[in-house]
């Protein structure tokens, strides 16, 4: 039988350690979530601490229907936030080879994922989205930003380096030209691509978790 003594010492480390972790403690909750009016923050802190989102593109094997696909991305290395997502795609999937055909994309990412929303609904426009609309292009792999994008997207996705090298995967990135985000009632917010790309580059906020 264990000891009053031992159980009082075994109860206060408990209480020291909180309570368990929730689900997604695998990404921590992440604080410091911009003002509403701030909606070029937002937008950016969406980017920056995501880590998927719905990439959708014009079908060419459904006749040019639209064809949204969960995929993994990154904009930056832990602390280096850049606002562009970059993406490691294989011709056998579809998003890259309508990416070829035709570079029309938009890009959605929900602040639900973060576990900042609460209870709820990821509809509620308070739980902020973000569509970024523009081309899906190819970066060049002998150019100093395929390293940039290489670095970003293997350091949170450490396993793409161990992808199957005969799925001869690409790197995409999206081109911006046009910025749709809610995060609060009242309608979309109005950014445009300079004002989203411009902002915080020296902001603590835009940190990788």
């Known amino acids: 039988m264990l000891s009053p003594a031992y159980l009082a010492v075994a109860g206060a480390l408990l209480l020291a350690l909180g309570p368990p972790l929730p689900a997604f403690a695998g990404r921590p909750i992440i604080t410091g979530k911009p003002a509403p009016s701030e909606a070029a923050a937002t937008a950016r802190w969406l980017t920056a601490q995501n880590t998927w989102g719905v990439l959708s593109t014009i079908s060419s094997d459904l006749s040019g229907a639209p064809f949204g696909n969960v995929v993994s991305?990154?904009?930056?290395?832990p602390g280096e936030s850049h606002g562009i997502p970059y993406f490691y795609l294989t011709m056998l999937d579809p998003t890259a080879r309508d990416a070829l055909k035709d570079q029309?994309?938009?890009?959605?990412?929900?602040?639900?994922?973060?576990?900042?929303?609460?209870?709820?609904?990821?509809?509620?426009?308070?739980?902020?989205k973000l569509t970024l609309t523009g081309k899906l292009k190819l970066v060049d792999l002998q150019s100093s930003e395929a390293d940039l994008a290489k670095s970003a997207l293997f350091t949170k996705h450490p396993e793409m380096k161990d992808w199957p090298k005969n799925?001869?995967?690409?790197?995409?990135?999206l081109e911006i030209e046009n910025i749709f985000l809610i995060d609060w009632f009242g309608g979309p917010k109005p950014i445009s691509p300079t004002e989203y790309l411009e902002y915080g580059k020296?902001?603590?906020?835009?940190?990788?978790?």
């Open 167 to 173: 799925h001869h995967f690409q790197i995409f990135k």
């Open 73 to 77: 991305y990154s904009d930056g290395v």
């Open 202 to 209: 020296n902001q603590v906020l835009l940190k990788l978790s």
């Open 104 to 128: 029309r994309t938009s890009f959605t990412l929900s602040e639900f994922p973060l576990g900042t929303c609460g209870k709820i609904d990821p509809e509620n426009p308070t739980c902020a």
